[in-house]
Every structure is written in structure tokens, then in C-alpha cells.
């Protein structure tokens, strides 16, 4: 079988799911030995974000930083395309709508192209205009993947040919939360004492992940119990708002925003219980996460996260139900069996069902198949 030489080309606002997704594909692509990944960073200078870059290096995958100096960039386009062209690139891999423009256009009519939609996010005029724009130009790639049935809905709904899309399930390296990690002086920055019991969020601070349900929330459960403390990890346009909610809610000294944060496994470690409170999700890569650090789970039914938490692997709500959730966060906080039931039972769905090995080798069969369609094409 051929090694594939694979460009992933992403544009990146920080270290959230859909980069994280690209690094875990990578360091799996590349145990494999059938695939040399490459990730492509396309750096915004208007708004500069290197984490994903880091991260790939870090984990010693081969990273090459493209410089976009405006919305659109023809430099930009012509040094991609010479990239792919020069460095003998077998197929470049898309993720989100600025990397598909620019892909395209580096990849038409020389290479096989494939995009993965990780979600598309509408909660503001501007994101609604890329999303329409992009599906536009994503039905022009060889193979459109959705990380979630709900993706390839929406992706339906806006004409996408379904024939060209394949659902491909997120995974994770549960190597990653199986060392032990020390908390002590992570609990000590963040003012955590022996008696605080830690709820726990992790996501960019955008309407779309319902940090406001989980701030009224935790009002009710803090008017009972001050001993706990939620912790909301990540950084975003809402971060000024929400902080003056949770004044106005009069829970500021029980909600901790550590801002944008990368050592994940060790803030998961902190916390009693991991909740996802979304209003739109595609297959979020920190419920995974959650559940292979053996964390229980409350999260809100949308996007793929039904398929993944059942069976007594995670409690299940509805999203914007604000009583449901500081009943559901309550119960567990109170109910010791429940809690390890749960967390023993999510960590078994991860390994079973979302391991990176899985997702790996069915991105595999996708390169090979799109390689092998391309060339015949060609022929004909």
C-alpha cells in the first residue's frame, strides 16, 4: 500500500475541538507508518493563533505555518499551491471554511482533495455567510466528511450532494489520561481547597456551548452547597459577558474562567464532574476527552452526543433546560455509586467505540479509495 502524503490545512483561532481533531488524526496517521502527515497552518496575521502548530510539533508532526495577510489572500493561494506542488503532497485535507477555499484552489485538478466538517457554526450574520459560502465550494472535493450524523444533516439541508459525504466518528488517544497527574499546585493556582467539589466546562465562550445555562445553574446548587465550584476553561467573545453574569447572579466567588488554557488532562483531573452544556455540537473531541479521563458526564442532546452517552454512560439533558441541569449536577454531586457507574461506563464506550486508532484507520480507507477514484478519472 502506497504512504500517502497528506496535508492537513487548517486556519486556527486557538486549541479548541476541530484542531484537536486534526492533531489526534495526525499522531495516529503517522503511528500507522501508511501516511506522513503534514499540518498546515494558515496564520492570520490580522488575528494570530500558533497553538495548533505547537501542539502538531510538540507531538513531533511535520508543521508548516502559510502567512494570510487579508480576507483574501492570492499570495496566500499561490504559495499553497507551490507547497503542495514542491513537496510532492498526495492529498490535501481540509478542515473548515477558510482552509477549503484555500485548499481547492492548492489541490484542483492536480491532487485528490477531502474535507471534514467538524460543525457549522450560525450564531452570528457573519458565520452565516461563511457557512453558505463554504457550502458552495465544499461539494467540489473528492470525499465531504461529517464527524456526526447532525453535521451531515445540515450539510443536506443546504443542497450538499449525499452521496459525496461519509460520517467518520471522532477519537482520542487514551494513552494521554492513563498516567496519573498531579493536582496539587494546579488546586492551589486556582483556589481550590480540600472541601471544593470541582463542575467543570471546557469549550471557546460563544453562544453555541450554553455557558449562561450553566451559570443560573449553578446559582441554585451554590444557594445550598457553597463548597462547590465551577470551573469554565476556555476563552472567547462572550468571556466579558458572562463574567458579568455570574456577578449579577452573585456566584462570582464560585465561578472560576481560567481563560484559554493547554494542559487539559490536568484540569480535567481537577474536576468532580464534566458538563457539556451546548446548544449545537457536532461529535465535541472534550467529551471524549472527559469520559477517557474517567470524569462522569452531564451534557445537553444535541449533535452526535446521544450516540455517543447512553446506557448509563452519562446523564442526558435537554439543552437550555436549566432545571434539569442543576438537578442532574445535584444528584451526582450526592450520589457517590452513580458517579463512579457512570464514569467507569463512559470510559469503556470511549475505548471501545471512539479510540483515534478506530478513526484513524477509516480516514485511511478514505485516502486510498479518494487516491484510487482520482487517478481513474484521470484516465478516462
Known amino acids: 500500500m502506497q504512504r500517502l502524503k497528506v496535508l492537513h490545512l487548517i486556519s486556527s483561532k486557538g486549541l479548541y475541538g476541530a484542531e484537536r481533531v486534526v492533531v489526534e488524526l495526525c499522531k495516529g496517521l503517522l503511528k500507522t507508518g501508511d501516511c506522513h502527515p503534514v499540518v498546515g497552518v494558515i496564520m492570520n496575521e490580522y488575528n494570530p493563533h500558533a497553538e495548533v502548530a505547537e501542539e502538531a510539533r510538540a507531538n513531533g508532526i511535520e ?9 483574501f489572500d492570492f499570495r496566500l493561494a499561490l504559495s499553497l499551491r507551490k507547497f503542495v506542488r514542491d513537496t510532492g503532497i498526495d492529498i490535501v485535507h481540509c478542515h473548515g471554511y477558510k482552509s477549503n477555499f484555500y485548499g481547492l484552489f492548492a ?8 474535507t471534514t466538517n467538524h460543525n457549522w457554526l450560525r450564531s452570528h450574520w457573519r458565520l452565516k455567510v461563511y457557512c453558505f459560502l463554504d457550502s458552495l465550494w465544499i461539494r467540489y472535493f473528492g470525499r465531504i466528511v461529517a464527524v456526526s450524523e447532525g ?3 445540515d450539510m443536506l439541508r443546504f443542497g ?6 461519509v460520517v467518520v466518528d471522532n477519537g482520542i488517544d487514551l494513552d494521554r489520561f492513563s498516567r496519573e497527574v498531579s493536582t496539587e499546585s494546579l488546586r492551589e493556582e486556582l483556589g481550590l481547597d480540600g472541601t471544593s467539589k470541582v463542575v467543570g466546562t471546557i469549550g471557546s465562550l460563544g453562544h453555541e456551548k450554553g455557558h449562561r445555562y450553566l451559570l443560573r ?8 452547597d457553597r463548597s462547590v465550584k465551577f470551573l469554565i476553561v476556555g476563552d472567547g467573545p462572550l468571556r466579558d459577558e458572562l463574567k458579568r453574569e455570574a456577578a449579577e447572579l452573585g456566584i462570582e466567588h464560585n465561578v472560576i474562567f481560567t481563560g484559554y488554557r493547554k494542559d487539559i488532562q490536568e484540569l480535567l483531573s481537577v474536576m ?21 479521563a474517567k470524569k462522569p458526564v452531564i451534557a445537553t442532546r444535541v449533535g452526535a452526543v446521544p450516540k455517543v452517552i ?8 435537554e439543552p437550555g433546560d436549566v432545571y434539569a441541569l442543576k438537578e442532574a449536577i445535584s444528584s451526582l454531586l450526592e450520589d457517590k455509586n ?6 467507569a461506563n463512559g470510559y469503556k464506550r470511549i475505548k471501545d467505540e471512539y479510540s483515534s486508532e478506530n478513526m484513524c484507520r477509516k480516514y485511511l480507507d478514505l485516502y486510498h479509495d479518494l487516491v484510487s477514484c482520482f487517478f481513474l478519472e484521470k484516465a478516462s
Do not use: H, Y
Not at 508543521?63 to 480576507?71: A, G, K, N
Open 310 to 317: 447512553g446506557d448509563g454512560t452519562g446523564v442526558l439533558i
Open 107 to 114: 489541490s484542483v485538478k492536480n491532487i485528490p482533495s477531502i
Open 217 to 224: 445553574a449553578a446559582k441554585g446548587i451554590v444557594e445550598t
Open 63 to 71: 508543521t508548516v505555518v502559510f502567512s494570510c495577510r487579508s480576507q
Open 338 to 343: 452513580e458517579f463512579q457507574k457512570l464514569a
Open 272 to 292: 468532580d464532574i464534566f458538563v457539556l452544556p451546548s446548544v449545537k455540537e457536532g461529535l465535541p473531541m472534550v467529551l471524549l476527552e472527559a469520559m477517557a
Open 160 to 165: 450538499v450532494p449525499e452521496e459525496r459525504i
Open 151 to 153: 453535521v451531515k444533516e
